[in-house]
C-alpha cells in the first residue's frame, strides 16, 4: 500500500486504536513529538505507517531472495542429473538415436 492510498483511506473513514504503553515510551512519544512540533497521535501514526511500509519492503526482498535462492538449487539439480545420467548403478546409458528418434 503506497502512502497516497493511506492518505486516501484516512479521508475516508478514520479510525481510534487505543493501545498501552509503558510510561518511558509515552515520555519519548510526547518529547519527540514536540520536538517536531506535531500532535503525539500524527508522529504514532507516521511512525506505523512507515514501520508497516518497512515491514512490506523488507518481505519483498526475502520473497525475491527465496525465489532467487530456489531458482539456483533447480538449476544446480537439473546440472548434477545431466551429469550423472549413465554414471549411477542400474541405471543405462542413453542410446544414441537416429534422425526419427528411434535407435
Known amino acids: 500500500m503506497t502512502k497516497t492510498d ?7 473513514k478514520e479510525r481510534v486504536i487505543h493501545t ?6 509515552e515520555e519519548e512519544l510526547k518529547r519527540f513529538a514536540e520536538d517536531m512540533r506535531v500532535p503525539v497521535s500524527n508522529l504514532i501514526r507516521t511512525i506505523l505507517e512507515d514501520a508497516l511500509a518497512a515491514a512490506d519492503q523488507a518481505g519483498e526482498r526475502v520473497e525475491r531472495g527465496l525465489r532467487a535462492g530456489a531458482a539456483r538449487l533447480a538449476h544446480g539439480r537439473d546440472n548434477l542429473r545431466r551429469t550423472l545420467v549413465g554414471h549411477l548403478p542400474g541405471e543405462a546409458s542413453p542410446k544414441p538415436t537416429g534422425k526419427d528418434g528411434q535407435p
Open 6 to 12: 493511506v492518505q486516501k483511506g484516512r479521508s475516508k
Open 20 to 25: 498501552r504503553v509503558p510510561a518511558l515510551l
